[in-house]
């Protein structure tokens, strides 16, 4: 069983940075790939962002590629989301995840996905 809390969401500005936290329970943290999920009123939740298990690779969404960079550092148990020159579209509570595999995160039904935090909500103004 894995438990993920997520932290640091917050209003800011267009433009502003904000960081994202996930903290994972697991003393296998290592072994997961995780992944960044956000949704914004109205829309579905999509994906943002994934990284492999030993953070050699990483995805994005085409939105936000150049803008957001995944971390992982598996001797804190902890992920990161950063996220720069942020914009009002970015608006939505983000979630963490996690999976055995990335492919489950990147590309699978995100009903097969097992682990999932509460959310944070990211507030960009314009």
């Given at each position: 069983q894995v438990q993920l809390v997520e932290s640091g969401g917050g209003l800011v500005q267009a433009g502003d940075s904000l960081r994202l936290s996930c903290a994972a329970s697991a003393r296998t943290f290592s072994s997961y790939a995780m992944g960044w999920f956000r949704q914004a009123p109205g829309k579905e939740r999509e994906f943002v962002a994934g990284i492999a298990s030993n953070g050699g690779n990483t995805w994005y969404v085409d939105s936000v590629k150049g803008r957001f960079s995944i971390s992982k550092d598996n001797a804190k148990n902890t992920m990161y989301l950063q996220m720069n020159s942020l914009k009002p579209e970015d608006t939505a509570v983000y979630y963490c995840a996690a999976a055995q595999?990335?492919?489950?995160?990147?590309?699978?039904?995100q009903s097969s996905i097992p682990y999932w935090g509460q959310g944070t909500q990211v507030t960009v103004s314009s």
């Open positions: 595999t990335p492919t489950r995160l990147v590309r699978g039904d």
